[in-house]
């Protein structure tokens, strides 16, 4: 087949009564004897393709199997069945163009075959949502094939173009922040990674950039953004994966106010740039007291809905005024050692009115934070903070969660540092990414919308990590492995 110019499936309408060349995936085939029938795909769009009359492209036609890979030439016509009537209406009513392209087919001259492809386990054309999980795991490039799938990723990654551009103009920096740093006492466990050159050391991964991006504040930034991966080590309970991604936010000389509102306005114009068929319920977002969302819902992320059955209903709540302190036995923390644990963030500041008692380390269980909590339809999509940018109310809050002096500079000096000098009021906010797509999506988990997410044991299996490594390499760590305990049932 001689070169021309690869037409993608999306602009064929444009294209009618011309010669074109598409390439992408067999996704039907409808052999008819003397006929066949294909569906074409590509990232773009699909189409409906017809082999009649030549006999040496239907002799190629009929080898073809779906999800073999081709190139395929023909004569763009325009359709005039039932189905294609339906189309243009459509079109015509909402102004967008449907994935399936009906208004057009393909007369085919010619094919080239690019790759050819096994059966596959499940049907590309089908929604997987309702198949095996650790079969799709298995075959995610299969999976993510399906448009369904295509679209979730898509559009989370039109949604972070968007909130780039958008913090972009506000005069954010995106900065990126290391993977590899030091144990933080954020309240989950760590991922730990040994370390060739210091042995017996160990990296941790971030659990979230809190420290960082409290340093670049020190580092006179002023506003700094990123998308991150927080990794925690925890129990996979119900929809958790122990990667997920952040829409971090840090900023300087701001108060509460001034990040409800920026992030308010952010999500605002997500949802009407890229989601201009949902409804949000009420604007400006209400607030409600943490202690108003205990007492109303029995939670402090209170599903507000009107309407519970509507897909397109988006109400957001702000939840304030949190206990900055509780008792370390209502904690899951497994780094409180005292019995105050902290109930966001240790790097938190209480409302002003208490900054004299968290000074003095009195009234401790009546210090409000200066912290806030977006809820969208049931979920915690973010949380942040003002922070303590006095290394001495810093320091008097970790003495109030029970860390000995020694400890507190062992453990936090470069923070009690970077505050002591010249670091300006700062706070910031970081929203749970995965979690708002699933919703703005549909979607009943955050694995929808992540590319390669983990199982519910925390594997990945196509790669099949993690998995075990070389002697080789456990010697150059200085590692050695214990034995497993074993078993009951052995
Ligand atoms: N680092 C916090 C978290 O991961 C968010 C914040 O306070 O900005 O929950």
Redesign the pocket.
């Known amino acids: 087949m001689e070169s021309t110019i690869r037409t993608m499936i999306k602009n064929l309408s444009e294209k009618k009564g011309e010669e074109v060349l598409i390439k992408g995936w067999v996704d039907v085939k409808r052999d008819q004897g003397k006929m066949a029938f294909f569906d074409f795909r590509d990232a773009t769009g699909k189409v409906q393709g017809v082999v009649f009359g030549k006999p040496e492209v239907l002799e190629v036609a009929k080898t073809l199997r779906p999800e073999w890979v081709v190139a395929v030439k023909g004569k763009v016509q325009e359709r005039n069945d039932k189905q294609a009537k339906a189309y243009r209406e459509e079109v015509e009513k909402t102004g967008k163009r449907p994935f399936f392209n009906k208004d057009v087919e393909l007369e085919i001259t010619g094919f080239e075959i690019l790759n050819k492809a096994e059966t596959p386990v499940f049907e590309i054309t089908s929604d997987t949502s309702e198949i095996n999980e650790e079969v799709r795991l298995k075959n995610r490039y299969l999976d993510l094939r399906t448009q369904r799938m295509q679209n979730n990723i898509r559009m989370r990654a039109k949604a972070m173009q968007l909130l780039r551009k958008e913090l972009n103009e506000e005069n954010f920096v995106e900065i990126e922040t290391p993977v590899l740093t030091k144990s933080t006492p ?1 309240g989950a466990r760590d991922y730990v990674v040994p370390s060739r050159l210091t042995p017996h050391h160990f990296y941790a991964l971030p659990q ?1 950039p ?1 420290q960082y991006k409290q340093l670049l504040m020190s580092a006179g930034m002023e506003r700094y953004y990123q998308f991150a991966k ?1 990794l925690r080590d925890e129990d996979l309970r119900g929809d958790r994966q122990p990667e997920f991604t ?1 829409l ?1 936010m840090e900023m300087s000389f701001v108060e509460e106010e001034d990040i409800i509102q920026l992030n308010e306005r952010l999500l605002i114009t997500l949802v009407e740039k890229l989601y201009p068929e949902k409804r949000i319920q009420q604007i400006p977002f209400p607030r409600m007291s943490y202690a108003e969302a205990m007492e109303k819902y029995g939670n402090d992320r209170p599903d507000i809905r009107e309407d519970k059955n509507d897909p397109n209903l988006l109400a957001f709540v702000w939840i304030v005024d949190f206990p900055f302190f509780e008792k370390t036995a209502d904690s899951d923390d497994p780094q409180a050692k005292g019995e105050w644990t902290f109930t966001h ?1 240790p790097f938190s500041l209480s409302k002003p009115e208490f900054v004299e008692d968290l000074k003095a380390g009195k009234n401790i269980e009546n210090i409000v934070a200066a912290q806030y909590d977006i809820v969208l339809n049931g979920y915690e999509i973010g ?3 003002i922070r303590a940018h006095d290394p001495e109310i810093l320091r008097s809050i970790l003495r109030i969660l029970g860390h000995s002096d020694e400890k507190i500079e062992e453990n936090f000096g470069h923070m009690l540092k970077a505050l002591g000098s010249g670091t300006p009021p700062h706070g ?3 929203w749970g990414f995965d979690r708002l797509m699933m919703i703005l999506q549909n979607e009943k988990t955050i694995r929808e919308v992540i590319a390669f997410p983990k199982n519910g044991e925390g594997r990945d299996p196509l790669m099949e990590a993690p998995s075990t490594i070389t002697q080789e390499q456990l010697d150059e760590l200085f590692i050695e492995l214990k034995e497993l305990p074993k078993k009951k049932d052995e």
């Open positions: 954020e979230s809190q927080c952040q971090d963030n949380g942040g903070s910031g906010i970081a």
